[in-house]
């Protein structure tokens, strides 16, 4: 049984040691800390509370969220984690008065598996609004509330 709750700057060196296991780049301590902090973000916990997921944000402009990460334990994917998480975050993003969600997705930051996961944000209703062509490919993509 996984549990979607509310993270925040506790839970940034769990978070972070997700991160360090699952990228090449993860993010700094001080910098979950701060996202943290200020903007929606979410964990996916088992029954033993232990880390399986996490999603964090922060706003680009007044009624736009940003999707900075969502990470789910490699061993764990395709078993709706990010799902959960991702509908949780527009749920309450919606509710806080944002109107649009954001991300920008790189095979850059896909870790070790390289795989994309542009097909899995437009099966939850994101779209591609830009794709550059360098090596690797980013995509930015964008859903609105």
């Known amino acids: 049984m996984i549990s979607i709750e509310q993270g925040n700057a506790s839970l940034a060196k769990d978070m972070s040691i997700l991160l360090q296991t699952e990228l090449t780049n993860p993010d700094s301590l001080e910098e979950l800390r701060h996202v943290l902090d200020n903007y929606p973000s979410f964990v996916a916990f088992d029954e033993k509370r232990v880390l399986k997921g996490l999603l964090y944000t922060w706003a680009t402009g007044r009624d736009v969220l940003h999707i900075h990460g969502l990470h789910v334990r490699k061993d764990l994917r395709n ?16 509710n806080l008065g944002y109107r649009t969600i954001t991300l ?29 062509f360098n090596f690797p490919p980013t995509y930015i993509m964008l859903k609105e509330l």
């Open 79 to 94: 078993e709706e984690i990010g799902s959960l998480l991702l509908d949780k975050t527009e749920v309450t993003a919606r």
């Open 104 to 132: 920008t997705n790189s095979m850059h930051y896909q870790g070790v598996d390289k795989r994309s996961a542009v097909p899995f944000y437009k099966k939850h209703g994101y779209r591609v609004i830009h794709e550059t």
